[in-house]
């Protein structure tokens, strides 16, 4: 099992810049795909981006990409999430989510065992 705590997040302005991170505790980090989805009020949790064990892989969600950077730091137990170019509609809670199996569907948040609480970042104009 692995526990999951997200940081990072806040207000800022458009074409801003943040960065999110989510400290492992538990099991070996190295053990799990990683992911960052995201929810707004009123709307369907939306995956952002995901990395596969070792760093291999990366993957982003189109409205993202070329905005966001996904990473890990084993050293230190995190998965990062650096946000720039920051629009109104990226405003959201923004949680991490760790996927344990062999088979990683990246953007199904189904296929992640265990969640973070999230933490709320907010884009003004």
């Known amino acids: 099992q692995v526990q999951l705590v997200e940081s990072g997040g806040g207000l800022v302005q458009t074409g801003g810049s943040l960065r999110l991170s989510c400290a492992a505790s538990?099991?070996?980090?190295?053990?799990?795909?990683m992911g960052w989805f995201r929810q707004a009020p009123w709307k369907d949790r939306e995956f952002v981006a995901a990395i596969t064990r070792g760093s291999t892989y990366t993957y982003y969600a189109d409205s993202v990409k070329g905005r966001f950077t996904i990473s890990t730091d084993n050293a230190k137990n995190t998965v990062n999430l650096q946000m720039s170019m920051l629009r109104r509609e990226d405003t959201a809670v923004y949680s991490c989510?760790?996927?344990?199996?062999?088979?990683?569907?990246?953007?199904?948040?189904?296929?992640?065992?265990?969640w973070g609480q999230g933490t709320q970042v907010t884009v003004s104009s």
């Open positions: 538990g099991r070996t980090f190295s053990n799990y795909n």
């Open positions: 989510a760790a996927n344990a199996r062999n088979r990683f569907i990246y953007r199904s948040p189904s296929e992640y065992d265990y």
